[in-house]
């Protein structure tokens, strides 16, 4: 069961408040003008019958209390109840935002006859209850028709609704267009499944949707409240933003694309309206500094490009807009607080980039760094920069890395032992488990959480079976998630307390990478495919390299995979050239359609079913096909964290 506040983080929490920015009202006061309407406490319920409640600002009614609870730092009890804030907002006279339906913003804006939608929240059903808020306060009679859907970026926080928006048919039909910046597909399913599983459930870490609501769990993901839990979807775009600077008139209304790859997002881009005088930056400028590498994981974002993009974003937009809002959080009015607010946002990443490179060119290691580098008073004094998602301390050690990599130079990090081995050996020298404990109990008492989760993390390696050991390791993560401004930071600790006290949780189902999989193409399908093989159940079996040709009767696409020394590597042969030599013939081809290979890596369908029911075809030496997909493994989704993960086959 949770703790309360002990006494050091109680004293914690009063320095914080004393040391906040002056509270001027302007955030409240931007967060609800235009305000319309919305739907009570912004509760969505799967509508299947099921009472599957797919999002609900109702848990964090405990926000509604101005006073900030013991355990919460006061700094994030304000983000957090700034982002309780919900409904569909009028931001200019053609352009709607609905907030707090989802942990994203939709904006839907009002061509001559028809509507645009950019982004499309998380899931279907939040979209879908956006839209129909739209509707019912805007659009009664369904006129405006939805003719256009805008990605702003490749997360899927901003695509995964679209289905409750339109449908496939509809842009099959070119009766909707979908505009997505350059790269757009390839990364928006990129990582959701060559990386899905386990990004999956790192998310579970960042955002804290398996948490409790209440002042000692869950309280906000720093960007919104969390992430609904509802039907993922992706139909690829129709049109794509390729130049760093276009320009297109869409029913009537004059948009301004600006690309900004690399930056929050590899496949990013702003939109300028100049008939609005409103500027939309995605998720490159918000009301928080952002992460360069969260902790889900992803590969680390350009700070130095991110910033240079809102240099020119400043530059080419600020003067001439009157307000800047974005796809997270409410926007900002008045010229020269636009200005102000996009001048500290370009800052942001640029001091964090250029003060990081400065000290690791005089040799400071990431930890070092980290502990050492704060932002100037100019910044650390504007709410909108303060770390409610991202941190300056996990920022400076993403920007180390992009650079230099993991390693510090201390060779003696080259080969560190692994965890258990690790923690057996510092319990040992700490005079073991009964000892270290004695130790590790006085600290926790003088306040010092940060020492004590360190050395109870070894301590559980050592002896996870030492309920005491798990306690006190969760007590200091509690403590240190109670302290935390950054709400992903306190997600991260209270879930690795629970998880200390509870163990992870039961396995989970289908990653939801594989809910994407319609919309991936064969290369990439084949990627997925090519992680799960298991290389040394390979060896051990006696797989030898062997060919297979999988031809697809719905796209006349033949696809070569070769398997060699563990290692799974595909071609489409269309793509071969004239000139170059005809592979010898595969050991075994398949003949099938794409949706029968996506059941089959779904799970939905066996191969034995696919193959009785005429969907799968083989010639050659069939026996390689069953021996292929027994080398494949499977993805529970709920592997340890606080825990040692054991070693695949080993329990």
């Not at 952002?290 to 974002?301: D, F, I, K, S, W």
């Not at 990599?405 to 319990?427: F, R």
């Not at 010092?448 to 309920?467: I, T």
């Not at 200390?500 to 193409?521: E, M, N």
């Amino acid at each position: 069961m949770p703790r309360s506040a002990y006494g050091p983080t109680l004293e914690l929490q009063r320095l914080v408040a004393a040391q906040l920015p002056a509270e001027d009202g302007q955030d409240w006061e931007d967060a609800r003008r235009g305000f319309i309407a919305s739907i009570d406490e912004a509760e969505i319920i799967r509508p299947d019958g099921s009472g599957h409640v797919v999002w609900s600002q109702r848990p964090y009614a405990f926000l509604d209390d101005a006073t900030p609870a013991p355990s919460v730092n006061p700094s994030l009890w304000r983000q957090a109840r700034l982002n309780r804030i919900h409904g569909l907002f009028q931001v200019t006279p053609r352009m709607f935002q609905v907030r707090g339906l989802d942990i994203a913003n939709i904006t839907f804006i009002e061509g001559d006859s028809g509507l645009i939608a950019l982004d499309a929240l998380t899931t279907r059903e939040t979209a879908a209850a956006a839209l129909a808020l739209y509707r019912r306060e805007r659009d009664p009679q369904g006129q405006r028709r939805l003719h256009t859907v805008m990605y702003s970026h490749s997360h899927g926080d901003h695509f995964g609704g679209v289905a409750g928006l339109v449908s496939q048919a509809e842009v099959d039909a070119g009766q909707v267009a979908v505009i997505a910046p350059a790269g757009f597909m390839h990364h928006a399913v990129a990582e959701n499944v060559i990386g899905g599983v386990a990004m999956g459930r790192r998310s579970q870490f960042q955002f804290g949707h398996t948490l409790p609501k209440g002042v000692d769990g869950q309280v906000d993901a720093g960007l919104g409240k969390t992430l609904p839990i509802g039907a993922i979807s992706l139909i690829a775009p129709t049109q794509t933003i390729a130049l760093e600077h276009e320009v297109h008139v869409i029913d009537g209304v004059e948009i301004e694309f600006q690309l900004t790859p690399e930056t929050e997002a590899p496949s990013e881009m702003h939109f300028y309206f100049p008939g609005e005088r409103a500027l939309n930056l995605a998720e490159n400028a918000t009301h928080n500094l952002h992460n360069l590498c969260p902790l889900r994981g992803a590969a680390v974002r350009d700070s130095l490009a991110w910033s240079k993009y809102l240099h020119v974003a400043l530059h080419r937009y600020g003067w001439r807009s009157d307000v800047v809002l974005a796809q997270h959080h409410w926007p900002t009015w008045g010229k020269a607080q636009v200005c102000r607010f996009l001048a500290e946002q370009r800052d942001l990443y640029r001091v964090m980039h250029d003060q990081t490179v400065r000290l690791m060119s005089h040799g400071l290691k990431p930890a070092e760094i980290a502990e050492g580098l704060a932002l100037p008073e100019g910044l650390a004094q504007r709410w909108h920069a303060r770390g409610y998602y991202g941190t300056v301390s996990h920022n400076v050690k993403a920007v180390y890395q992009r650079y230099l990599s993991w390693y510090d130079a201390h060779p003696a990090n080259l080969q560190p032992l692994p965890p258990v081995p690790g923690g057996a050996k510092y319990v040992e020298y700490m005079g073991g488990i009964d000892a270290l404990l004695v130790r590790a109990r006085a600290d926790f008492d003088a306040g010092q959480y940060r020492w004590v989760a360190e050395v109870m993390k070894h301590a559980v390696y050592a002896h996870p079976d030492r309920a005491d050991a798990r306690e006190l390791a969760a007590a200091a993560l509690e403590q240190l998630g109670f302290q935390a401004e950054s709400a992903t930071w306190r997600n991260a600790y209270l879930l690795g307390a629970r998880e200390y006290r509870q163990g992870p949780p039961a396995a989970g189902k289908q990653p939801a990478g594989l809910a994407l999989v319609s919309a991936i193409p064969n290369g990439l399908l084949f990627d997925a495919l090519a992680v799960r093989l298991n290389a040394e159940r390979a060896v051990r079996e006696g797989v030898a390299a062997f060919a297979m040709d999988w031809h697809f009767s719905d796209s006349g696409q033949v696809w070569r995979l070769e398997l060699s020394n563990g290692a799974l590597s595909s071609l489409c042969l269309a793509d071969l050239p004239a000139e170059a030599a005809v592979p010898p013939p595969a050991e075994v081809a398949l003949s099938l359609d794409r949706a029968t290979l996506e059941a089959l890596m779904q799970q939905r369908l066996a191969a034995p079913q696919a193959i009785a029911e005429g969907r799968l075809r083989i010639t050659g030496q069939a026996a390689l096909l069953a021996r292929f997909f027994g080398l494949l493994d499977r993805f529970s989704g709920s592997f340890p964290v606080v825990d040692a993960a054991p070693w695949p086959g080993q329990g």
